[in-house]
Antibody
Framework: QVQLQESGPGLVRPSQTLSLTCSVS??????????WSWVRQRPGKGLEWIAY???????DSNPSLQSRVFVSVDTSRNQFSLNLTSVTAADTAVYYC???????????WGQGTLVTVSS | EIVMTQSPATLSVSPGDRATLSCRAS??????LAWYQQKLGQPPRLLIY???ARATGVPVRFSGAGSGTEFTLTISSLQSEDFAVYYC??????????FGQGTRLEIK
């Protein structure tokens, strides 16, 4: 059974960069066949897809965030990461990492990590 | 962007009764639609994919239907553990996933 776990700072200052890592167990990212995504949920709000990365490094992101999003993958550590630059209070959210087959739904999710943007 | 609209925002149903949740897409998504259940403090859990296929371990009381722009999730006989928030998601424009705003299913 695949498991995902997010990690990173719970507090980020405005205008700084939010950096999170998702550690994957039970499935090697390097095997391919799945896309690894970031999704966020702002307080009391719905879900917003941020970006994905494939083991090869191929990525895509939500146009509304594209200019501030950078995702990377480290297959040797079986991890992938999210960097979101120039954050504001509007980026305060629970951030989830998730897995999905190509052209399909997100079938496994991490537990999520709350990131608060505040000075 | 495909906008997903769920109704109602909140649904009050008694245990043992049937609940029907609706999801509408702003343009056709064919059958590329999933449903998730989210309980407080937990991540979303995949329930239904491809409109009507149950994910592994999902009880048979959960069923999905629809195509194009209109979809429903039906829970045939509500159990106490079913009271949660439910989200629909389209992946027709993969990977530009979009989600509905959610329906809160509460005990009547």
């Amino acid at each position: 059974q695949v498991q995902l776990q997010e990690s990173g700072p719970g507090l980020v200052r405005p205008s700084q960069t939010l950096s999170l890592t998702c550690s994957v167990s039970g499935a090697p990212i390097s095997r391919g066949g799945f896309y690894w995504s970031w999704v966020r949920q702002r307080p009391g709000k719905g879900l917003e897809w941020i970006a994905y990365i494939y083991y090869s490094g191929n990525t895509d992101s939500n146009p509304s965030l594209q200019s501030r999003v950078f995702v990377s993958v480290d297959t040797s550590r079986n991890q992938f990461s999210l960097n979101l630059t120039s954050v504001t209070a509007a980026d305060t959210a629970v951030y989830y990492c998730a897995r999905g087959p190509p052209y399909r739904e997100l079938d496994f999710w991490g537990q999520g990590t709350l990131v608060t943007v505040s000075s | 962007e495909i906008v997903m609209t769920q109704s109602p925002a909140t649904l009050s149903v008694s245990p043992g009764d049937r609940a029907t949740l609706s999801c509408r897409a702003s343009q056709t998504v064919s059958t590329n639609l999933a449903w998730y259940q989210q309980k407080l403090g937990q991540p979303p859990r995949l329930l239904i994919y491809a409109t009507s296929a149950r994910a592994t371990g999902v009880p048979v009381r959960f069923s999905g239907a629809g195509s194009g722009t209109e979809f429903t999730l039906t829970i045939s006989s509500l159990q106490s553990e079913d009271f949660a928030v439910y989200y629909c998601q389209q992946y027709h424009k993969w990977p530009q996933y979009t989600f509905g705003q959610g329906t809160r299913l509460e005990i009547k």
